[in-house]
């Protein structure tokens, strides 16, 4: 794996398109032509190019789709090689390849992961036809062992739910994910009777009137109690029917380890009680889980079916990276005033333990949707305002949390339940009691944060941060969330990194080895 990233990076467009079933004549092209210069290669040199979505499986007019698009849709995938080729200026679109949906969600956890055995589940909103894959792959060949037909889909659900609370489908659900701790599962007695796995490996979902448990609400109306109790018991019952198919696929497989994708497998509260309550010794979950993270699953696919090595993900940090002479001109062209610091890791924390929030730009982007140390907003976690200030900073609902940072050794001192390897911030885990009053700003209402566990061999300079930190502060956790506000993809360029510092009120901006503070920038 040479290169990844989203063409919401380089576009400046969340997801990079609308996420509306018209929007899918518009292709990935900046990534594609950047992911090509990085490797080297120009279009015609590719021996295929994976679209993961295969037209040909479409039943017309089959349940769970969209009328007024579905054709369009289907007739913008049939296209797609011509879009690409015209795109790609000197690609032959006869090697553009149609992989199967949860085919490519599949690959890109089961021949992404570290293990040469796996069960691999894949559960999103809708595929062509299906909406779930339960499979078992063994030294790279996947058998496919149960797949749930539409209309029935878990994700679906979850984007229904999430647009009568107010948010955007297909877009906001982790919105609703984090709400669901503010409420109690009052309602899961009924979500139970229709929402239910059938035990051969798929399950029902029946018509849910959502108005029945709390009404409608407008983007920007404040929820209620039953909004959020809606939102728990939903939660809940999704978790249990994740189970029920975990353990129906563990019965089937006898698989040590369970890889997971699709935008289900984003959802890192029940990933963690798949964790803990699962018949698996490990959970894994690829860090681009949504739909982005098929265009790794289908190259994958392809290159597996060509008889070509495929070797496990190294890591996220898969995108656009800059050296430290670009990033000094950058500054320059930009004429701030900026200083390179003897030791910055303790320049960085010795700010952070005077309660400065820090615009953090390190490295090659993350691939994924999940801040991990690379094009990070960084604060102190003891802080109890500082979940209220950085959420004012993003532009965004009070009741989301922010993340801690932790170096994995020191992890299971703070940290229960989850994962203790957790480097791609896809669980939850308990904080303990004795260290919840210590680092407020990271603890959720349920007492759970969403860690990022660092490694010293993989990320040297955060390591070193968090060792400063510590030594200054006696905490051993630095809050992590995303450099970005609302509504904007995560910071990836110096530009953008620049233009987020300049409108945001962030205290110090640490591009590579530079520093630049709020204070000079626009002193007088």
């Not at 996420?19 to 992911?35: I, K, T």
Request: charged content about 25%; overall charge negative; some cysteine.
């Amino acid at each position: 794996m040479i290169a990844a990233a989203e063409e919401e990076r380089f576009s400046r467009r969340k997801h990079g398109k609308r996420p509306v079933p018209f929007a899918a004549w518009e292709l990935p092209e900046l990534a594609a032509a950047w992911c090509l210069e990085q490797a080297g290669l120009r279009p015609e040199d590719l021996d295929g190019v994976a679209y993961s979505y295969d037209p040909q499986l479409v039943v017309p007019g089959g349940p769970g789709q969209d009328e007024r698009w579905e054709d369009l849709r289907t007739t913008y995938a049939h296209r797609a090689p011509n879009f690409l080729a015209t795109a790609l200026p000197g690609l032959d679109a006869a090697q553009v390849r149609f992989v199967p949906h949860h085919i490519a969600h599949a690959a890109s956890a089961g021949l992404a992961a570290p293990y040469r055995e796996s069960a691999v589940l894949v559960c999103d909103g809708r595929g062509e036809a299906v909406s779930h894959l339960a499979g078992h792959y063994r030294d790279g060949e996947l058998t496919v062992l149960a797949s749930q037909a539409l209309p029935h889909s878990l994700g679906l659900m979850y984007e229904d739910l999430t647009q009568h609370l107010g948010f955007l489908r297909s877009s906001d659900e982790y919105k609703v994910m984090a709400l669901a701790s503010y409420g109690e599962p009052r309602f899961l007695r009924e979500m139970r009777e229709l929402v239910y796995a059938t035990g051969d490996g798929g399950f029902r979902v029946e018509p849910i009137d959502w108005s029945v448990y709390a009404k409608a609400l407008g983007k920007g109306e404040k929820w209620t109690a039953d909004h959020a109790d809606l939102a728990a018991s939903v939660q809940a019952r999704l978790e249990e029917v994740l189970l029920d198919l975990a353990t129906w696929l563990h019965e089937r497989t006898g698989a040590r380890y369970l890889t997971m994708a699709g935008g289900v497998a984003l959802n890192c509260v029940a990933n963690t009680r798949l964790f803990a309550e699962g018949p698996f010794e490990e959970v894994w979950v690829q860090p681009a889980a949504g739909d982005s993270g098929t265009a790794l699953g289908g190259a994958l696919h392809l290159a597996q079916a060509n008889g070509d090595p495929v070797t496990p993900m190294p890591g996220a940090a898969l995108g656009r990276g800059w050296s430290d002479e670009e990033l000094g001109a950058w500054l320059d062209v930009a004429r701030v005033p900026y200083e390179r610091p003897a030791d910055l890791a303790a320049t960085v924390a010795a700010e952070l333990a005077a309660d400065r929030v820090i615009a953090w730009f390190q490295g090659r982007a993350e691939y994924g949707p999940r801040a991990l140390g690379r094009r990070s907003l960084l604060a102190h976690p003891g802080n109890p305002r500082n979940t209220e200030r950085l959420n004012d900073v993003k532009g965004r609902e009070q009741f989301r949390p922010i993340a801690p940072m932790v170096l994995a050794e020191r992890a299971p001192m703070i940290f229960g339940r989850g994962p203790m390897s957790s480097p791609y911030m896809l669980f939850v885990h308990d904080v303990r009691p004795e260290w919840r009053d210590r680092i407020p700003a990271v603890v959720h209402v349920d007492g759970t944060a969403r860690i990022q566990t660092v490694e010293r061999g993989r990320d040297p300079l955060l390591a070193r941060l968090l060792e400063e930190f510590e030594a200054r502060t006696g905490l051993p956790v630095v809050v992590n969330t995303s450099l970005n506000t609302a509504g904007r993809p995560m910071v990836d360029d110096p530009r953008d990194a620049l233009e987020c510092f300049g409108s945001a009120p962030v205290d110090v901006l640490v591009l590579g080895p530079y520093v630049v503070r709020r204070g000079a920038v626009f002193a007088g």
